[in-house]
Nanobody, 127 residues
């Protein structure tokens, strides 16, 4: 079992920056991958970025490439999302997710492949 806690959301003007943090904790938990997803009002949840510790690969959705940077510490079960050049269309609730179990092929962009989720943090970008 693991508990994920996000922080760092808020209100920012277009062109500004925010840094989201997520810590996963549990008595025996060790993450295999951690990622960020977001859900805007009236829209489905979408993938934003992820880091797969088992392959050392990093993934981004196209709309955030060059603006967002994911980083983290596998040993600390911590992941960050540095968001620069924010746009109003980035407004959403951002969720942290973690994969804790080996269970076949892993698609870092697929929310169903993650085992644990945080409660979400609101990011609002004003125009």
């Amino acid at each position: 079992q693991a508990l994920l806690v996000e922080s760092g959301g808020g209100l920012v003007q277009a062109g500004g920056s925010l840094r989201l943090s997520c810590v996963a904790s549990g008595p025996t938990f060790s993450s295999l991958a951690m990622g960020w997803f977001r859900q805007a009002p009236g829209k489905e949840r979408e993938f934003v970025a992820a880091v797969d510790w088992t392959t050392s690969k990093i993934h981004y959705t196209g709309s955030v490439k060059g603006r967002f940077t994911i980083s983290g510490d596998n040993a600390e079960n911590t992941v960050y999302l540095q968001m620069d050049s924010l746009k109003p269309e980035d407004t959403a609730v951002y969720y942290c997710a973690a994969r804790g179990y080996y269970s076949g092929l892993f698609d870092a962009t697929a929310g169903v492949d993650y085992d644990y989720w945080g409660q979400g943090t609101q990011v609002t970008v004003s125009s």
